[in-house]
């Protein structure tokens, strides 16, 4: 009787999830098998490409319901702070990788671009100077600049300040070291650095068509999208990190820690700009807050984007649906993930969130001349003839049970790991990308706990000298750790104050 192929490690999807897991676990263990398989031709090519996705490295910068505000005023900063600190732990990521030598250029997918947050009205002003006066007491803040001047507004913003009412009530704040991140050129860098070392295999156009327990592991049925081939791969460990996918592959394994969880597919779309001459009078990405009754992944934004040394303008998301799990997806992706375990938490979620369903439908009913209508809030003077519609990507946001309401619609992502630690998969959105490695990590410690804590310990440290609970409360380790990765990412330029850190 032939015998399966074996491997240590298989991780299905080809996006910034699984390439970054690959590497990292490859620089713990060079001598690790693994093998990364992919339904497309190419990696990066849904939520991870640059055009699916904002391309925010999300810090908590600018993105205002990272920190809400209470009936009484009080502005929570603490996933803020969070989220700020995880971006800095995939900076440590990225940075030893430059440092190497082997993994290229950094500036291939990392630009820096400041964050501003922009709000309209006495509520909004009231909101975001509280917002301000909270955060910039805190280290990873200490640079935000807060102002309610139009003149200074028009120099950090002089694309959206002609055409407006003089008496209009606006304020803004702004970061100067915010980011912009290319992760399809990020991941597919990740890619091409892992397939540079020994047992490490990529391959391209190949389905999972089945998932079943063996020898305290699992085998994989592969399918070859063009021959129709399948062949059976045996590993120790798999990771299901195909973005919308990852959902019918939980399921499928059957284990215990699937049950219950359902998706909630959103689509987006995008108006861009590629008009140099506009372009040119924006340099920033700039976050206002979501309408009143629109769901927090609706907040409006204006953004630069870089994408392979070419700068455009990116206005949006506007929401969509459709019942596809990825953009290549097919239209039975959501009748298809129901079963028993999560019907009862899907049908509380659609029954609690009619005003979400009813703002999808909006949008979707939406015409060009209404989205432009959104974008004159941003930029007054905005002429349709310089703007395109652009599908973004897929985002299965997560259901899960809940003791009181049954169900309920998750914003986020979910790491749910089977307990004897031989699977995982990755569930929901944004921030994702952005704190993909602080995941990843999470990930190691839950599935490898032995191996975290013993052998790969001296390198993990190696790697990350600081996690983020120490960046959250240590200022001085927080500077100096920031400061070498944005000197090592270079989005800063060196000089005799960064050296002494460095």
Aim: charged share 20%.
């Amino acid at each position: 009787m032939a015998h399966n192929e074996a491997v240590d490690v298989v991780l299905v999807g080809a996006g910034i999830m699984s390439a970054t897991l690959a590497v990292l676990l490859k620089e713990l263990d060079p001598a690790i098998k693994l093998e990364v398989v992919e339904l497309m031709d190419s990696g990066a090519a849904e939520s991870s490409n640059p055009w699916n996705n904002a391309g925010t490295g999300h810090a908590g910068l600018c993105e205002l319901n990272y920190t809400p505000q209470a009936a009484d005023g009080a502005v929570d900063i603490k996933k803020a702070v969070h989220i700020n600190t995880q971006f800095e732990v995939s900076k440590q990521f990225w940075s030893y990788l430059t440092k190497k030598g082997t993994f290229g250029s950094c500036k291939s997918f990392i630009s820096p671009v400041p964050h501003l947050s922009f709000v309209q009205g006495d509520s909004g002003v009231s909101f975001l100077k509280e917002r301000f006066k909270v955060l910039s007491k805190h280290h990873a803040f200490a640079d935000m600049e807060y102002t309610e001047d139009k003149a200074k507004m028009a120099e950090w913003m002089p694309l959206m300040m002609p055409g407006r009412d003089p008496g209009e009530t606006l304020a803004a704040t702004r970061v100067i070291n915010g980011t912009d991140v290319n992760f399809g050129a990020l991941t597919n860098q990740l890619l091409k650095h892992l397939t540079s070392a020994p047992d490490a295999q990529v391959k391209y156009c190949k389905r999972v068509t089945g998932l079943k327990r063996s020898n305290g592991g699992w085998t994989v049925s592969i399918k070859d999208v063009n021959s129709g081939n399948t062949r059976e791969v045996d590993a120790k460990f798999v990771f299901l990190g195909a973005g919308g996918a990852a959902l019918p592959l939980l399921q499928a394994s059957g284990i215990e820690e699937s049950k219950g969880f359902g998706g909630f597919p959103i689509s987006g779309q995008w108006l861009r700009c590629d008009n140099p001459e506009v372009v040119k009078h924006h340099q920033a990405k700039v976050y206002s807050q979501a309408a009143v009754g629109s769901p927090p992944m609706s907040v409006p934004h204006l953004d630069t984007r870089v994408v392979e040394g070419k700068k455009s303008l990116l206005f949006g998301p506007y929401a969509g649906f459709t019942t596809k799990f990825l953009k290549h997806g097919s239209f039975m992706d959501l009748p298809m993930s129901v079963r028993a375990g999560n019907i009862g938490p899907m049908l509380s979620v659609a029954k609690n969130n009619m005003d979400l369903t009813k703002y999808l439908v909006s949008e979707v009913m939406q015409s060009m001349e209404q989205r432009l209508e959104s974008l004159r809030r941003f930029y007054p003077e905005a002429k349709a003839e310089d703007w395109r519609l652009e599908v973004a990507g897929q985002r299965v946001q997560i259901i899960k049970k809940d003791p009181k309401k049954g169900g309920v619609l998750q914003f986020g992502t979910e790491l749910v790991a089977a307990k004897d630690g031989s699977l995982a998969a990755l569930l929901g959105a944004s921030p994702g990308a952005s704190v993909t490695v602080s995941i990843m990590l999470e990930l190691i410690e839950k599935c490898f706990p032995g191996k975290a804590k013993g052998e790969w310990a001296t390198k993990l440290a190696e790697i990350f000298p600081a996690r983020e609970k120490v960046l959250e409360t240590d200022a001085a380790l927080y500077r100096k750790i920031n400061t070498q990765n944005n000197v090592a990412l270079e989005l800063v330029e060196a000089s005799s104050e960064t050296e002494s850190y460095a």
